[in-house]
């Protein structure tokens, strides 16, 4: 049913920026600020990542808690880059496999991952959270 298996093994760990140490320079240090580009998807993308990352529950259930967040944000807020939008499918992809209400899958559907599959996402939400940032 999942076609995560095929993307990470059953005991492989992916590495992702969300997963390193930050480079240890204070905001002030090493960034500057710019303007902010897909600040809509931004803020709906760093919603879903709190709630994957502050709730004591299971992967699953905060990946649930977290799909409302990440419905929201719309392929077209990428229609300028082709792969972001492909990037940005992907994870919907995994979420919901496009069949009638949406939601209603993206939660039978995560409900039924294993820990690797759903863990597996929200790295992937953490990456391309970092990749629009």
């Known amino acids: 049913m999942f076609e995560i298996d095929t993307l990470i093994g059953s005991n492989e760990r992916i590495s992702s920026p969300c997963n390193k140490r930050a480079s240890g320079l ?39 808690d977290a799909t409302e967040s990440l419905l929201s944000v719309t392929i077209d807020e990428f229609a ?6 492909i990037k940005f499918a992907r994870i919907l992809d995994l979420i919901a496999v496009d069949r009638g209400d949406v939601e209603a899958t993206a939660v039978e559907t995560a409900a ?19 990749e629009i940032a």
């Open 80 to 85: 300028g880059d082709p792969e972001l939008t």
């Open 26 to 64: 204070a905001p002030e240090e090493g960034y500057t600020k710019m303007d902010v580009k897909y600040p809509k998807a931004r803020a709906l993308l760093f919603e879903a990542l709190r709630v994957l990352a502050s709730s004591p529950e299971s992967i699953q259930t905060r990946l649930i």
């Open 112 to 130: 039924y991952m294993s820990d690797a599959q759903a863990g597996l996402i929200a790295d992937l939400v953490c990456d391309f959270l970092y």
